[in-house]
Every structure is written in C-alpha cells, then in structure tokens.
C-alpha cells in the first residue's frame, strides 16, 4: 500500500483495523499523515494483530491498542497504551464517561455524595478533578502514602481502610486491575451504593460477590469508545500522528 507522492516525499498511508466505534471513526478521519515513505498500521485489538496475515514492508510501521509490545511481520509494534499523553488524555476522557455512567444508573446526584475513588493513577486523578467541580465528596483509598498525599492536594479526602471508606460511600469507582474489592470487603459496603468497576483485567470488583449480597456492581470497559467516540478518535489521532512524527521524523 504505497504512500501518495508529496512534494519532497511521500504521505505514509494509514490503515486501522479492528476496534470499537472510535477506530472506525479513526480510520475515516487520518487515512494518510506526513511525508513519508511506506504506511501505518494501528491495530485496535490484540485478536485484530493476531488474525493479521498480510506482511509488513520494510518502510511499514505497526500500532496496537495495548500496553504489551508485540511482533508483527518480524517488525515491533508500538504498544499506544505507553504513551503518556495519550493515557493522560484518555484518562480524562475514562472519567468523564464514568461519571455519567454512574449517574444514570443511580437515584441520587454526585453533587453531595461521597464519592469513593480506588486507586489513585491516571485514572482516580481525573476522577477526583472532576468530583471536586461538581460538588461531590470524594474520598480515596491508596495503597501509596503519595497517591494519598497528591488526593489530598487535590480536594480529597485520603484514608488507609478500604472497608471504612466503602461503608460510607454512595458511588464507588475502583480503577487499578487487582481484586481489591473482594466478598470480605464488600460486606461493608451501603446496600445503594452504585459500585463501578473500571479497571482492566484481571479487575478491581468480584462482581459474582456483589450480585450475591444485591449490590448494584458491573464493569465499564472500553468508557471513551462508547461514551464518546468522537473525542476518544480524536485523541487517538493525536497519538497515531505523534508516533508517526517520532519514528519516521515525518512534518506536519
């Protein structure tokens, strides 16, 4: 698939496959970028690299929706969930679909509530951001005294017992990938609650538990794609385009 020749080079043609609704908006938005020679291919799931059995050109360069580095073709992929401002702008973007996500489902409003954010990465950043603004009370669980110290910063309450924090809460939004919120833990949370998972596996809820003990608990995987594909494929743009500009030093 050779690139469109340019005026001093060649426009790196680019090929998405696989993935949810902001990889097909992806793909109709950036099917050529640079100047550049061969094309890019971004892979928006692992079983998409997998099924793919086209080689590679020398001059090619691969993408994949995933924080493993794979081989394609003999070639590395760029693993697009290590970089970091793309996982700071998805971040963002997690939270905002998870705050809506949690609201529709629930009775009461986040202004007011106590709001428990599980883990504070990226993710329960932009979480308590956003909670802060619009009136909730958040409070976080970290395992790290800096992850409590920087919450703290930001308008949180920190504390150190998860089934303290849980007893208390109205919304509970856990987002590292260990099993944190197990069937010990969540005997001790409120019988409303609304109780969101969005960690990646092998997840943060025993979601089998919680609907045992009548709890409302399920999983958002995938928040941006869903809940906002058009911003999510334009922040992915963004990345397939500085990828491209760093390993091919392509211009703009």
Same mark, same amino acid.
């Given at each position: 698939m050779p690139g469109r020749r340019l005026e001093g080079g060649w426009a790196m043609r680019i090929c998405v496959v696989g993935g949810d609704a902001r990889f097909a908006r992806l793909r109709l938005a950036l099917r050529e970028y640079g100047k550049a020679r061969g094309a890019a291919y971004i892979f928006g799931e692992e079983k998409a690299l997998d099924a793919? $059995?086209?080689?590679?050109q020398p001059e090619d360069l691969a993408m994949i929706f995933s924080a493993k580095e794979r081989v394609i073709g003999g070639k590395g992929a760029v693993a697009l969930l290590r970089e970091e401002s793309f996982l700071r702008e998805n971040a963002c973007l997690t939270a905002e679909g998870a705050l809506v996500a949690a609201a529709s489902?629930?009775?009461?409003?986040?202004?007011?509530?106590?709001?428990?954010?599980?883990?504070?990465?990226?993710?329960?950043?932009a979480l308590v951001d956003r909670l802060v603004g619009l009136g909730a009370k958040p409070v976080v669980y970290s395992r790290r005294?800096?992850?409590?110290?920087?919450?703290?910063?930001?308008?949180?309450?920190?504390?150190?017992?998860?089934?303290?924090?849980?007893?208390?809460a109205n919304f509970?939004?856990?987002t590292?990938?260990?099993?944190?919120?197990t069937k010990d833990v969540l005997q001790y949370a409120r019988k409303d609650a609304r109780i969101?998972?969005?960690?990646?596996a092998p997840y943060g809820v025993d979601l089998a538990a919680a609907q045992e003990m009548g709890l409302e608990a399920w999983r958002e995987s995938g928040v941006?794609?869903?809940?906002?594909?058009?911003?999510?494929?334009?922040?992915? $743009?963004?990345?397939?385009?500085?990828?491209?500009?760093? $390993?091919?030093?392509?211009?703009?």
């Open positions: 793919w $059995e086209t080689p590679l489902r629930a009775p009461f409003a986040l202004l007011g509530s106590v709001c428990l954010v599980v883990g504070y990465g990226r993710i329960g950043a005294a800096e992850g409590r110290l920087r919450a703290m910063a930001r308008g949180a309450q920190a504390v150190e017992s998860l089934p303290q924090a849980l007893a208390q509970v939004f856990s590292p990938p260990d099993l944190l919120l969101v998972d969005l960690a990646s941006p794609g869903r809940y906002c594909p058009d911003s999510a494929a334009e922040a992915l $743009e963004r990345a397939v385009k500085a990828v491209i500009d760093r $390993e091919r030093g392509c211009e703009q």
